[in-house]
């Protein structure tokens, strides 16, 4: 099984900031990476596909990046609606989620 | 556009059977690269994959859930369901049921939970 890691678990940064949240592979999956937000009683929403490809309808502040086992979000510039918490998700081998990045702008 | 909606009871006793299903319109899983999944989410917890169901009827399961997972689809009444056997309290969750889609760049398809349902909560008590 391919295992998933985030961090941190927790972030508090406020608005206009540049946010990173890390997301790791137990072994490498190309790019076979997603990103989700989830918001409190809301199902998740896919942001980033395939690594890199902004979802549409996703606002361009968000970014991700990586291969191989090592993956970021990024965030450019955090705004009041982006209080979520955030898993990464691979699909190289069926799915697996993270854990989870809770974001909360002050 | 695409919707799905989960159904199913909100209490289960343990060591019931679980039986939910995933109705959806947008789409049609006889089309090539789609497919549709299960995913839950204890109270305060992570998302945790549990099933998919792909247009071809190449079904998938979570390892450690396997044993106790059956996913079927109907394409004619454009569902997906879910049964878990032999449910216990831990069992308990909001089920989300998810459209999956297919990119293709090069000779690789990726895929993605693209739209997800609203989730149903199934508590599991005596």
């Known amino acids: 099984d391919i295992q998933m890691t985030q961090s941190p678990s927790s972030l508090s940064a406020s608005v206009g900031d540049r946010v990173t949240i890390t997301c790791r592979a137990s072994?490498?999956?190309?790019?076979?990476l997603n990103w989700y937000q989830q918001k409190p009683g809301k199902a998740p929403k896919l942001l980033i596909y395939?690594?890199?490809s902004l979802q549409s309808g996703v606002p361009s502040r968000f970014s991700g990046s990586g291969s191989g086992t090592d993956f970021t979000l990024t965030i450019s510039s955090l705004q009041p609606e982006d209080s979520a918490t955030y898993y990464c998700?691979?699909?190289?081998?069926?799915?697996?989620f993270g854990p989870g990045t809770k974001v909360d702008v002050k | 556009q695409i919707t799905l909606k989960e159904s199913g009871p909100t209490l289960v006793k343990p060591t019931q059977t679980l039986t939910l299903t995933c109705t959806f319109s947008?789409?049609?899983?006889?089309?090539?690269?789609?497919?549709v999944g299960w995913i839950r989410q204890p109270p305060g917890k992570a998302l945790e994959w549990l099933a998919l169901?792909?247009?071809?009827?190449?079904?998938r399961y979570s390892p450690s859930l396997k044993s106790r997972l059956t996913i079927t689809k109907d394409t004619s009444k454009n569902q997906v369901v879910l049964t878990v056997t032999n449910m216990d309290p831990v069992d308990t969750a909001t089920y989300y049921c998810?459209?999956?889609?297919?990119?293709?760049?090069?000779?690789?398809?990726?895929?993605?939970?693209?739209?997800w349902g609203q989730g149903t909560t199934v508590t599991v008590s005596s």
């Open positions: 998810a459209h999956i889609s297919a990119v293709t760049r090069g000779y690789y398809n990726y895929y993605a939970m693209d739209v």
């Open positions: 947008g789409f049609s899983l006889s089309t090539s690269g789609v497919g």
């Open positions: 169901i792909y247009w071809n009827d190449d079904k």
């Open positions: 072994q490498t999956i190309s790019s076979y």
């Open positions: 395939a690594a890199s």
């Open positions: 998700q691979q699909s190289y081998s069926t799915f697996t």
